[in-house]
């Protein structure tokens, strides 16, 4: 296995040619030059509407079946059918929960209502979940520990025959704490229900396995791994053509037709497409001998989980220096566990003095409730101030962080 090639990493993305240092990756990161070329590429000679007899229109639908593949190929679905794409992981969330809710109590030999929401998620996955209230539900919350973590042990007591669904994160987008959701699959499905994650933040930081996860539906949004602004769904294939759904008559009901509603952005979804073959090109050069093209998406995507240890590793060596409070885990051996997304609060200076004093050295963090207000709120954070996020990827360096702490260090020198 090759070394992580970080200088050929930094040289794919325009965007890291200057001086400035991005921290802010939580909130969208960069794109490699390749998927700014399909972008372009896709506007310059097959900007039109698909489903026409000519071409070039040809050529969009084809460009929408490759990528459909491409993005199986990194979540590792058993058919790329199981893909739909639209604007964002947010409007997924929602037309999966209004499906939800128009199905509540029709399991005739159990009134299944009880919907599972955990405060460790962004908001996202939790108000398309609440706004069911309406509509009959009941919503039994499963609350982080002191630790920053979801424990299974408190889940196995909130499940229940009336349990319809558990919605989670893969990780928080605040302070970066990965959750097993292959074990809450397991315990999940023994108790009859389903799975829905969120796998927005943790997109970027290690490898997506549906199957693995034996979960039943996941969100990811594009612009968080690399591409331009979409999102996309996946989801079992029966389960998603059983969903009632809004669509035009002549919309087939089946999936991805019937989960794709209006035009979308298909040159950033040809982007997506060169987005993931990026990261197969990084697996080849580090993996040699990942000969499929997932084979290599998990070389890369592996690679990139241990290379972001070793940043979270002097990231918390850095805020230890500066006497932050970090929120989650905070020691090293527990850096599996976490992404490298970083909450944390300066003694005596407030979150946005804090970003205000890090952009004045080129260095770009983000300051508030990072929309998981809930979360801050059991952090005992006000939501207008929040805390400080720092947010690594793989194309940030430990001199990145380096220059970090010393930032850090001068504005609590004073």
Known sequence: MAEFPISEVRAAFPALQD?????????GAQSPQTVLNAVANHLLHRNVQRGGRYKKSQEVDEAIAQARTSVALLVNARHSDEISFGMNATS??????IAIGQSLGDHRENDRREIIVTDLDHEANIAVWLALEREGAKIVWWNFRDDGRLHLEDLEKL???????????????AIGSILNVAEVSKRAHAAGAEVFIDAVHYGPHGTIDVQAFDCDYLVCSGYKMFSPHMGFLWGRLETLNALPTFREDFVPDTTPSKLEVGTYVYENVAGMDAAVRYLE???????????SRRAALVASTEAIKC???????????????????????TTKDQIAHRTPTFGFNLPGISPAKVTEELAKRNIGVRDGHMYSPRLMKRLGL????????????HYNTVEDVRRFGSALAEMTSH
């Open 19 to 27: 001086d400035f240092v991005f921290f802010d990756n939580a909130a």
């Open 92 to 97: 997924f969330m929602r037309l999966v929960s």
């Open 159 to 173: 499940l229940s025959p009336r349990t319809r669904i558990v919605a989670c994160t893969l990780a928080s987008n």
């Open 281 to 291: 090109d990084l697996g080849r050069k580090i993996n040699p001998a990942a000969t």
């Open 307 to 329: 290379y972001e240890a070793q940043l979270s590793g002097a990231m918390l060596d850095a805020l230890a220096s500066a006497k932050a409070t970090v929120y989650g885990i």
């Open 382 to 393: 006000a939501k207008e101030s929040g805390e400080v996020r720092a947010s690594l990827v």
